[in-house]
């Protein structure tokens, strides 16, 4: 097991391996200066495999999450809160990814004004209602480069499968996959 898988695994989430290092592969094989950006953080185990593939590749991380309180759809036993944004600090400092890591406590709707950075690499892995994730991929995918990456996590159900489906017929092309999340770019 590699160091930063070490840390990675340790980190509470539900990301599975395979996922992890597809996420850490595409961010490491990234150009330098590359802009990856992470809509829903929790406690990091995602942020943390961006973080450590950006290292590799001289990238910057923009972790967007505001940590609020809410009940995800998809698991209705799975509740957030503020305190996962302390257990998120917590890891990112215990990892030391800070010199590449940028944290925007709010959400990706309340960002979206200000935003106007082209993007390498989209992960989504916040709300998995329809409404969140057809707005995350439609505002932060129109960022995304030419030569981009746009990567939706839990795409094997509900709201995510079906969006999935819906922009393979907008010209994004499913490249890859691994465990439930899918990675497609622009044709």
Not at 48 to 62: E, K, P
Request: net charge negative; aromatic share 10%; with cysteine.
């Amino acid at each position: 097991m590699n160091d930063w898988y070490e840390q990675v695994a340790i980190t509470q989430g539900w990301l599975m391996e395979p996922e992890a290092r597809l996420l850490y592969r595409l961010a490491s094989n990234l150009p330098p200066g590359s802009v990856i950006v992470e809509i829903g953080s929790y406690h990091g185990k995602s942020t943390l495999a961006l973080c450590f593939g950006a290292q590799v590749s001289s990238s910057t991380v923009y972790a967007i999450d505001p940590h609020e309180h809410y009940i995800d759809e998809m698991a209705d036993t799975v509740q957030f809160n503020r305190i996962d944004n302390q257990s998120f600090l917590k890891n990112m400092a215990k990892a030391g990814v800070g010199d590449i890591l940028k944290v925007i406590n709010l959400s990706s709707d309340d960002l979206l004004p200000a935003w106007r950075t082209p993007i390498d690499l989209l992960w989504i892995d916040g709300r998995h209602n329809q409404r969140s994730i057809n707005a995350d991929t439609k505002n932060y995918g129109a960022y995304v480069k030419p030569d981009g990456y746009m990567l939706l996590h839990d795409s094997n159900w509900g709201h995510v499968k079906k969006r999935v489906s819906e922009l393979a017929g907008a010209g994004w092309i499913e490249q890859e996959r691994a465990g439930t999340v899918s990675v497609l770019r622009f044709r």
